[in-house]
């Protein structure tokens, strides 16, 4: 079946504005995760996800960040009055499962840029 | 948490050259991916080998877990394998978390 997509590809927003980033995992997959790649801090862990559940959101950056899963399926990630900071390519994963099955797969990413 | 250390950072080779890349780690783990992140961002899988060797091509893997550490070989390297690779492991060592990666190691591959 088709990879883990995610939309939109791009976003440039203004300062101070909500922007909603969306995952789709691969079909069957019970796990999903957020990450970010940035110049400064590369590749880095947000939050996860085994079905709805999100056991732990200390990665999550600020409480501006959120993240939510509804389904089992599609989950959107959430930032409020956006930040230079902010700016990066979010990226989402999934796996069949948690260890060990849980080879996770990444989706092409959402370039977020904060002007 | 766990840390990964990548080396080289930066690598450049003629095409043909054969290059190991080395992947150290600070504590166990049962689950360790490599990746290919390509020019226009995507990272490609390669391989999830937590022990062993496994070969893909032009491409093996070997982890040693009990000393903590893996290494990619790519053999008669080829332009398209330019690009930052990477190696992740879980974010807690058991394996029910996110991934810690390293800082990547930047291969050029010259014509």
């Known amino acids: 079946g088709a990879g883990v997509s995610q939309s939109p590809s791009n976003k440039v927003t203004e300062k101070g504005k909500d922007v909603e980033l969306r995952c789709d995992p691969i079909s069957g997959h019970t796990a999903l995760y957020w990450y970010r790649q940035s110049l400064g801090q590369g590749l880095e862990f947000l939050i996860y996800f085994q079905g709805n559940s999100a056991p732990d959101k200390s990665g999550l950056p600020s409480d501006r960040f959120s993240a939510e899963r509804t389904g089992g399926s599609v989950s959107t990630l959430t930032i409020q009055r956006t930040q230079q900071e902010d700016s990066a390519v979010y990226l989402c994963?999934?796996?069949?499962?948690?260890?060990?099955?849980?080879?996770?797969?990444f989706g092409p990413g959402t370039r977020l840029t904060v002007l | 948490g766990i840390q990964v250390e990548q080396s080289p950072p930066d690598l450049i080779l003629q095409e043909g050259a054969n290059s190991t890349l080395r992947c150290n780690f600070s504590?166990?783990?049962?689950?360790l991916q490599w990746f290919h992140q390509n020019p226009w961002g995507q990272l490609i899988n390669l391989f999830y080998?937590?022990?062993g060797t496994k070969q893909n091509g032009r491409l093996s893997a070997t982890t040693v877990a009990t000393e903590r550490y893996s290494l990619l070989y790519i053999s008669s390297s080829q332009t398209t394998d330019s690009g930052v690779y990477f190696c992740a492991v879980p974010r807690v060592g058991g394996g029910a978390d996110g991934l810690t990666f390293g800082k990547g190691t930047h291969l050029i591959i010259q014509p």
């Open positions: 504590d166990s783990v049962n689950n």
């Open positions: 080998i937590p022990s």
């Open positions: 994963a999934s796996s069949l499962g948690l260890a060990p099955l849980n080879e996770q797969f």
